[in-house]
């Protein structure tokens, strides 16, 4: 029998691929994922949810597979982290949007800064949010950008594996298209793995969540 893919297993590519789809329960995961993506907004949104539900889970030792349950709690993290995602892209958006409204190249320049760091830091709130599920700490872009800092090469690794896998889901429009429903939620829970493993790694071992 294969090794459970768990967060005591050392980060890799290949675990982290493997992980959403190493048991029935995890397929079964992201089928119920892709079908809810057909639900515009709030299916994105109660995926949201579900990732924080099975990072939870496995912070506390528990098998991240099924987590679909208790979905007003689903909605609601997914509705906190969602919102959180455009507090910290905000920012880069409206520099974004004067450079289209000004044809200013200067404000082009500082929104794609801004905007790429804000998705750069987004992981850092969204782990912390699953072991404490504390909302006030989202919205402190210090404290979240002091912690991706020290986390340094195990975050950067976590980023490393989540770009290739990001680009692979896009293997799923070759499925009539739809397929892409299921490879996104299938990234997404790679994702989740990836930086729960490096937050477990840096902080959890050390015995503190700071």
Same mark, same amino acid.
């Given at each position: ?11 890799s ?10 048991n ?10 892709g079908?809810l ?11 949201m ?30 509705g /906190?982290?969602?919102?959180? $995602?455009l507090?910290?892209? %905000?920012?880069?958006? &409206? @520099?974004?949007?004067?450079g289209?409204?000004? !044809? ?5 320049l ?16 969204m ?33 490393? /594996?989540v770009?290739?896998? $990001?680009?692979?889901?896009? %293997?799923?429009?070759? &499925? @009539?298209?739809?397929?892409?429903l299921?490879? !996104?939620?299938?990234f ?21 969540g700071?």
């Amino acid at each position: 029998m294969a090794e459970e893919i768990d967060l005591r297993t050392k980060l890799s590519f290949r675990n982290a691929i493997m992980f959403p789809i190493q048991n029935k329960s995890g397929i079964h995961d992201i089928l119920i994922g892709g079908i809810l993506l057909c639900v515009p907004f709030f299916g994105w949104i109660l995926n949201m949810g579900h990732r924080i539900a099975y990072v939870r889970k496995m912070q506390n030792g528990k098998k991240p597979f099924p987590s679909w349950s208790n979905w007003r709690q689903l909605f609601y993290d997914g509705g /906190i982290t969602f919102v959180g $995602m455009l507090f910290y892209l %905000l920012p880069g958006s &409206i @520099f974004l949007t004067l450079g289209y409204l000004y !044809s200013f190249w200067f404000f082009y320049l500082i929104g794609g800064v801004l905007f790429a760091f804000g998705v750069v830091v987004i992981p850092g709130y969204m782990t912390h949010y699953c072991w404490n599920k504390s909302v006030g700490e989202i919205f402190r872009p210090g404290l979240v950008v002091k912690r991706v800092f020290r986390m340094g090469q195990h975050y950067w690794k976590a980023w490393s /594996i989540v770009i290739p896998t $990001m680009l692979l889901s896009f %293997l799923g429009l070759l &499925i @009539f298209g739809i397929g892409f429903l299921f490879t !996104s939620v299938w990234f997404w829970q790679t994702a989740g793995y990836s930086f729960a493993n490096a937050f477990t790694n840096f902080y959890l071992r050390k015995g503190s969540g700071e």
